[in-house]
Each structure stands twice: as structure tokens, then as C-alpha cells.
């Protein structure tokens, strides 16, 4: 069973504007949450990542709020670009797990000009 | 400096045949992990390797699948009698010391006829 659900499944979104990828978890156990961006044909790559000991975290266009008693966490990303079309997962990774890391489904955005 | 690198980057093979999937992780990274992408999903973790040994191989779905990193840099993920259910790309990510970031490869693509 899916340990991290993410939604939507795809969103579009013009030229300038915001997109917001939402995340929720089960998992009480889990300490350490990446995004990651995955081009076609590509591997996913490390977008930004958050600990549930800061609330919010900012790195240029892309933000992470995280709401450790709703167990939900998202990616906003401010003025978005045609460049950033692209599919977002979220995961989740615990203390004890060895580095396996638990993905979402993923979200595919499409950034219009 | 070099990514993790994984070869062949297209794999197509009949039912039943046996495939081997090459890794080459990033110089130094101690920590390696397999993962399997099916199309539309996020990457679900096979095996993680510290060193040369297995730490962590919950999710190999079956013994027909196996891996192995016996000099603890490249490894090799074996596929015995392939199935059509196999068909994924294979991802491959290193990180140094079981660290939380984990770098990925591009992927082997496999199709299974």
C-alpha cells in the first residue's frame, strides 16, 4: 500500500503563476521529506527537502510547507516556467529505514507561456 | 563531477530470458539503492546496499530478482526468466554514507515482449 498519497495527479498552469502539489502520510516514523523533479527520460533529481522540526522552508521559486499534526506536507512553486513542466514526487523517509525512501504517485505539471 | 551512471539505458527482451541491469554509482558513495518505476508511478525501492553487502533487500518482489555489489562500487541487478510484468525502468541512486540525499541515475529502461 501506498505509504505517501499525493494529488493531484497533473495540473496546469500559465506562465507567472503558482502550482501547489499536496502530500499527506500515515507514517509517524517518518523524518525527512524530499521533493524530487523528474524530466522524461531522466532520473528524478533533489529538488528541496524538509525536517518536521521547521514549518516552511524556501529555496529560490520553491517552497515547502509542512504541517506535522495534519501529517501533510507541499511544494509550492512561485512564478512558475514553461522549464519547470515536469513530474513532481513527493516522498518520505524514516530513521530507521535504511534509506528507503517511500515516493507519492507523482504529479505531472505543464506549465503554459 | 560524474553522476551515477547505469547501462544499458534501453533493454528489450523475450519472456523468460535472463537481463542484467549495470550500476556505476558516484565515486566515493558508500550507500547504493535499486528502485523500480512503473509508467504513471512513483519509484518503489527494490534493495539498498552499504558497502559490498545487501542491508536491505525487502523489496525485491520475488527470487527471480537478485542484485549484487561485490567491490562495493558498481552493482548489477539480475532478472531471471524475465515476465511481461517486469517491463519498468530500473533506477539506480548512491549517496554517501546511507545519507538522506540520494542521487539517481537515468535509469535502464526494460520491456519484456
Known amino acids: ?113 | 563531477g560524474a553522476g551515477v551512471s547505469q547501462t544499458p539505458s534501453n533493454k528489450v527482451t523475450e519472456k523468460g530470458k535472463y537481463v542484467e541491469l549495470r550500476c556505476d554509482p558516484i565515486s566515493g558513495h558508500t550507500a547504493l539503492y535499486w528502485y523500480r518505476q512503473s509508467l504513471g508511478q512513483g519509484p518503489e525501492f527494490l534493495i539498498y546496499f552499504q558497502g559490498t553487502g545487501a542491508a536491505d533487500d525487502s523489496g525485491l518482489p520475488n527470487d527471480r530478482f537478485f542484485a549484487v555489489r561485490p567491490e562495493g562500487s558498481v552493482s548489477t541487478l539480475k532478472i531471471q526468466r524475465t515476465e511481461r510484468g517486469d517491463s519498468a525502468v530500473y533506477l539506480c541512486a548512491s549517496s554517501p554514507i546511507g545519507g538522506d540525499t540520494q542521487y539517481f541515475g537515468p535509469g535502464t529502461r526494460l520491456t519484456v515482449l
Open chain 1, 1 to 113: 500500500q501506498q505509504q505517501v498519497k499525493q494529488s493531484p495527479q497533473s495540473l496546469i498552469v500559465q506562465k507567472g503563476g503558482i502550482s501547489i502539489i499536496n502530500c499527506a502520510y500515515e507514517n509517524t516514523a517518518f523524518d525527512y521529506f524530499p521533493w524530487y523533479q523528474q524530466f522524461p527520460g531522466k532520473g528524478p533529481a533533489l529538488l528541496i527537502a524538509i525536517r518536521p522540526d521547521v514549518s516552511e522552508k524556501k529555496e529560490g521559486r520553491f517552497t515547502i510547507s509542512f504541517n506535522k499534526s495534519a501529517k501533510q506536507f507541499s511544494l509550492h512553486i512561485m512564478d512558475s516556467q514553461p522549464g519547470d513542466s515536469a513530474t513532481y514526487f513527493c516522498a518520505a523517509l524514516g530513521a530507521d529505514s535504511w534509506g528507503k525512501l517511500q515516493f507519492g504517485a507523482g504529479t505531472q505539471v505543464v506549465v503554459t507561456p
